[in-house]
């Protein structure tokens, strides 16, 4: 299986998700302008890391081609954004989805984390 198709399906997945729970994530602005500010330093780590030759991705699992070894990919065009593959989107977008809903599922239901959050237990007495 390529990076691509994984990508596609973990999308697939995650909306899937936001609609068996019922959060319908995707239908509100506020979950999009939050994305916005998301992506945009998800596209900044990604271009320092890929940009700087710290990632590299192989070409036949990506849209796109991977470059010669020791090149700079381009910064965009060949399926890359901010130097990083596509996919890259595609997987942080799943992975926002995914958190988010589950987030929401379960605090639906009552889960909380022990203690509660709020102010130090020293501080809340007396």
């Given at each position: 299986m390529?990076?691509t198709?994984?990508?596609?399906?973990?999308?697939?997945l995650?909306?899937a998700?936001?609609?068996?729970l019922r959060?319908?994530l995707?239908?509100?602005?506020?979950f999009?302008v939050s994305?916005?500010?998301?992506?945009f330093f998800?596209?900044?780590?990604?271009?320092?890391l890929?940009?700087s030759?710290?990632?590299?991705?192989?070409?036949?699992?990506?849209?796109?081609s991977?470059s010669?070894e020791?090149?700079?990919p381009p910064?965009i065009g060949d399926?890359?954004?901010?130097?990083a593959p596509?996919?890259?989107l595609?997987?942080g977008?799943?992975m926002?989805?995914w958190?988010?809903a589950?987030?929401?599922?379960f605090?639906r239901?009552?889960?909380?984390?022990?203690?509660?959050?709020g102010p130090?237990v020293w501080q809340?007495?007396g």
């Open positions: 390529t990076y198709q994984i990508a596609v399906m973990a999308v697939l995650a909306l998700l936001d609609q068996l959060t319908r995707v239908t509100r602005k506020v999009w994305y916005a500010i998301i992506v998800q596209l900044l780590s990604n271009g320092v890929t940009g030759g710290t990632v590299h991705y192989d070409g036949e699992v990506i849209i796109g991977s010669p020791g090149a700079r910064f399926g890359r954004i901010a130097y596509m996919e890259d595609l997987f977008f799943a926002i989805l958190s988010q589950l987030w929401i599922w605090g239901r009552g889960v909380q984390r022990e203690p509660m959050s130090p809340s007495r």
